[in-house]
């Protein structure tokens, strides 16, 4: 990956190339040969400079995976917290939280392992959605305050869900 290093260059701030070699040092000095030079992607020696280089294989593949579901995921709950904060719905039903923290932890923080996704190490939950046996729930943090911010999303906009155990 390559930083420009001048703001005023009408380039892209950011570009990555992918390039075979047998190091990191190989790999970086074969993308500014090509790169690196009037006319190319990085143009004149200087306007780019390399700042990221990242060795793939199956277990950084893994690990990067996890990463940016991690980045993803802190996205996501710093915009429901940041949101939601002042705004919390009342006294919500602790059986419907319940429900949707369950939901959102199992759906977005710790995705289904059987799907060939990211897979939640030992200490995490995990879930098998269909081999687990029933009335088992999961919680996280941020599941809850995914559920929190739906809640207040939909109050909100005048949908307050009210007597969830009774209407099916």
Same mark, same amino acid.
């Given at each position: 990956? %390559?930083?420009?290093?001048?703001?005023?260059?009408?380039?892209?701030? /950011?570009? &990555?190339?992918?390039?075979?070699?047998?190091?990191?040092?190989?790999?970086?000095?074969?993308?500014? *040969? /090509?790169?690196?030079?009037?006319?190319?992607?990085?143009?004149?020696?200087?306007?780019?400079?390399?700042?990221?280089?990242?060795?793939?294989?199956?277990?950084?593949?893994?690990?990067?995976?996890?990463?940016?579901?991690?980045?993803?995921?802190? &996205?996501?709950?710093?915009?429901?917290?940041?949101?939601?904060?002042?705004?919390?719905?009342?006294?919500?039903?602790?059986?419907?939280?319940? /429900?949707?923290?369950?939901?959102?932890?199992?759906? /977005?923080?710790?995705?289904?392992?059987? &799907?060939?996704?990211?897979?939640?190490?030992?200490?995490?939950? &995990?879930?098998?959605?269909?081999?687990?046996?029933?009335?088992?729930?999961?919680?996280?943090?941020?599941?809850? %305050?995914? %559920? +929190?911010?739906? +809640?207040?999303?939909?109050?909100?906009?005048?949908? %307050?869900?009210?007597?969830?155990?009774? *209407?099916?």
């Amino acid at each position: 990956m %390559a930083q420009r290093t001048d703001p005023e260059h009408p380039g892209v701030s /950011v570009v &990555t190339h992918y390039v075979s070699a047998r190091s990191i040092e190989e790999a970086v000095a074969k993308a500014r *040969e /090509v790169l690196e030079k009037p006319g190319g992607v990085y143009g004149d020696q200087g306007l780019y400079r390399v700042v990221e280089v990242v060795e793939e294989s199956p277990s950084s593949e893994l690990r990067q995976q996890e990463e940016a579901r991690r980045r993803y995921l802190t &996205t996501i709950l710093e915009a429901a917290r940041t949101t939601v904060r002042g705004r919390e719905p009342g006294n919500p039903d602790a059986g419907l939280m319940s /429900v949707l923290d369950d939901f959102f932890t199992r759906a /977005v923080v710790f995705p289904d392992p059987h &799907t060939g996704g990211v897979r939640p190490r030992p200490h995490q939950a &995990t879930f098998g959605w269909t081999s687990e046996p029933a009335g088992i729930t999961h919680a996280s943090d941020p599941g809850r %305050a995914l %559920a +929190l911010f739906l +809640l207040a999303y939909l109050d909100h906009h005048g949908l %307050a869900i009210t007597n969830p155990g009774t *209407e099916r």
